[in-house]
C-alpha cells in the first residue's frame, strides 16, 4: 500500500502564505532622472515632487509553478513510500546437523521411485534433499560415515551448499563399515562451541555397528549430557538379521537422546518420517515483522527541481527577450 512516512511534514504547506503576510516588503532605493523643465511643471501643476515605490505586478503563471515546487519538495521530505505485504522473519533457531550412512549395503537396488528401480542412496539423497529445503531458518551441516565419519558440510544456513554436497556424494566413500558410534561422536564435535541452545541430530543407518571403537549407546548418553536430540532413520527392511538393519539400537539411542526412531523401508516411509520430523521440530518464526518498503521521494523532489530549472529558464529568456 502506498503511504507517507512523515505526513506531519504537510503542516509546513502555508509556510510561505505565511512568510509573505508577516515579512515586510523588500524595498529598494532608486535615483529618479530629473529634466531641465522638472520645475515648471511642478508649478504649473501645483503638485510637489515626493519619494515613492515601484510595485511590480503579480506573475500568477510564477506562483503557481512556485507552489508546485513547495509541494513537491515537501512531498518528497514526506518520504512517500509503498510497503509490501508484511512477512514473518524465519529465525535461526536451532543447528541440525544430518549423519547419513554412506556404507555399501546403501548401494542395494531394493527402493522404486516412480516405477524406476534405485539404490537405497539414491533415493534417500532426493528425499533428503526435499527435506533440507524445507528447513528455512536451521543451520545445516552435513556428515557422512561408512567406517569412519568426516565432514562434508559444517553448519551454515546456505541450504544450497547442502543440497550440492549431498547430490555430489556416493556410496564407499567413507568405507565399506559402519560406525553408528563413530558418527555420533563425530557429530558432537560440531556442536561444540555454539551458542543456539537447541542442538538436533539425524542419524539415517542401513546397517549396525561394526562395533569398533565408541558403542552407539554410550556416544546417545554423552550426546544427551550435551542437549544434543537424537531422531534415528533405520533404512531398508527390519529383518531382525545380524547383517541388517540394527532397529533396537536406533530406538535406544533415540530413547536415550529424547529423541525418536523411524523406520523407511521405501522412499515414502522416509518422506512420511520427514514430515513427521518437521511437525517435532518446527520451524520457529520471529514474533516482529518485516514488510518491504519502496522508497519512492525521488520522485517528487525531481519533479520539483524541473519546474524550479524550467521556471529560472524561462524568466532568463524572458529578461533576454525584453532587455
Request: glycine share 8%.
Amino acid at each position: 500500500m502506498f503511504e507517507f512516512a512523515y505526513i506531519w511534514v504537510f503542516v509546513l504547506l502555508p509556510l510561505p502564505l505565511l512568510v509573505f503576510w508577516l515579512m515586510p516588503p523588500l524595498k529598494q532605493r532608486k535615483e529618479a532622472l530629473k529634466y531641465p523643465t522638472f520645475y515648471d511643471v511642478e508649478k504649473a501643476t501645483g503638485q510637489k515632487a515626493s519619494s515613492g515605490a515601484w510595485v511590480s505586478r503579480r506573475n500568477v503563471f510564477q506562483w503557481i509553478v512556485l507552489s508546485l515546487v513547495w509541494i513537491g519538495v515537501l512531498a518528497a521530505m514526506a518520504s512517500p513510500q509503498i510497503v509490501g505485504e508484511p512477512e514473518m522473519k524465519v529465525k535461526t533457531a536451532r543447528n541440525f546437523v544430518i549423519a547419513a550412512d554412506i556404507s555399501f549395503s546403501m548401494a542395494n537396488s531394493d527402493w522404486q521411485i516412480d516405477g524406476e528401480r534405485v539404490t537405497r542412496w539414491e533415493g534417500v539423497k532426493q528425499v533428503l534433499g526435499e527435506f533440507v529445503e524445507k528447513r528455512e531458518g536451521d543451520r545445516l551441516a552435513l556428515v557422512f560415515f561408512g567406517t569412519n565419519a568426516y565432514l562434508q558440510a559444517p553448519l551454515t544456513t546456505e541450504h544450497d551448499v547442502i543440497e550440492f554436497m549431498l547430490e555430489e556424494t556416493d556410496v564407499g566413500m567413507a568405507g565399506q563399515m559402519t560406525g553408528i558410534g563413530k558418527a555420533i561422536a563425530y557429530s558432537m564435535k560440531i556442536f561444540e562451541g555454539d551458542s543456539l541452545e537447541q542442538k538436533v541430530l539425524l542419524l539415517l543407518t542401513d546397517g549396525q555397528d561394526d562395533g569398533r571403537g565408541i558403542f552407539p549407546t554410550d556416544a546417545a548418553k554423552m550426546a544427551h549430557k550435551d542437549s544434543i536430540k537424537i531422531y534415528t532413520i533405520g533404512i531398508g527392511e527390519a529383518s531382525g538379521r545380524n547383517d541388517g538393519l540394527d532397529e533396537v539400537t536406533l530406538k535406544e539411542i533415540s530413547r536415550i537422546a529424547d529423541g525418536e526412531y523411524f523406520l523407511a523401508e521405501d522412499p515414502e516411509q522416509l518422506q512420511n518420517a520427514y514430515n513427521t520430523l518437521n511437525e517435532l521440530e518446527p520451524i520457529e518464526y520471529e514474533a516482529e515483522e518485516n514488510a518491504p518498503v519502496t522508497l519512492l521521494f525521488h520522485y517528487p523532489l525531481g519533479v520539483a527541481m524541473l519546474l524550479a530549472f524550467a521556471l529560472a529558464l524561462f524568466r532568463g529568456i524572458r529578461k533576454m527577450i525584453l532587455g
